[in-house]
């Protein structure tokens, strides 16, 4: 049985991404077979692809087409629900859940969903994102952006994960920009708060390399 995990974040433009891409390479370069699933991405080009979906597409090895990557392709950059009804469709949990199944089929040893935005990410006017991970039952990997309020945003995260019934698997500290004051000082009272073991901390890299970035992680908790 494959193992599948829901990445969310404290926040937008925390690094989900740039984590999920990391542990995607890191669980290959041990042997596993990994895919990845982004069910609803705001912000695409012309084409319809979204610049997350295709990274996570890039960095998972097993091969699957794009639309099956991200089923969900929104072009406006703004919240999902909004962009949703600005096109005139509708995001539903049962509708979602039942493409992210299809990835899990796929025969991979290691499937990783990528939320967007937060945890409690509206995708209409009753449900939410979280609801998702719910309707999946998946364990949770928390993606912490290093930077000013991470430590309440980062416990209140892990306080609704539990909330919803779901696991905290793991947390990984990412630097999505100039290091911010006190970063070892943050990361070891989010060690001692947070109730799930740190998967690794991620450095600002620019260009962002996904392998080098796996060298920042140990997936071995989660297998």
Not at 22 to 33: D, I
Not at 172 to 199: F, I, K, W, Y
Not at 203 to 211: G, I
């Amino acid at each position: 049985m494959s193992r599948r995990y829901f990445v969310t974040g404290t926040d937008t433009e925390v690094g989900k991404t740039a984590v999920s891409c990391a542990l995607l390479h890191a669980a290959g370069a041990l042997g596993l077979r990994t895919a990845a699933v982004k069910p609803v991405a705001a912000g695409c080009d012309a084409q319809g692809h979204n610049e997350d979906a295709l990274a996570l597409q890039a960095a998972m090895n097993m091969s699957l087409p794009y639309e099956q990557v991200n089923p969900v392709a929104l072009q406006p950059a703004i919240a999902p629900h909004i962009a949703a009804a600005r096109v005139g469709k509708r995001l539903q949990v049962e509708r979602l859940a039942g493409l992210c199944r299809g990835v899990f089929a796929s025969g991979a040893d290691l499937v990783l969903v990528e939320g967007a935005g937060g945890w409690r990410v509206p995708l209409g006017p009753r449900e939410t994102l979280a609801d998702l991970a719910v309707a999946l039952g998946s364990d949770v990997i928390l993606v912490v952006g290093m930077r000013l309020g991470c430590i309440n945003h980062a416990l209140l995260t892990a306080e609704a994960i539990r909330a919803d019934g779901l696991r905290l698997a793991g947390w990984v500290a990412n630097q999505p920009g100039e290091r911010m004051s006190c970063h070892e000082e943050n990361v070891d009272t989010l060690r001692q708060l947070l109730p799930a073991p740190l998967l690794g901390e991620l450095p600002h890299l620019s260009p962002f390399d996904p392998e080098a970035a796996a060298q920042h992680v140990d997936i071995k908790v989660l297998l």
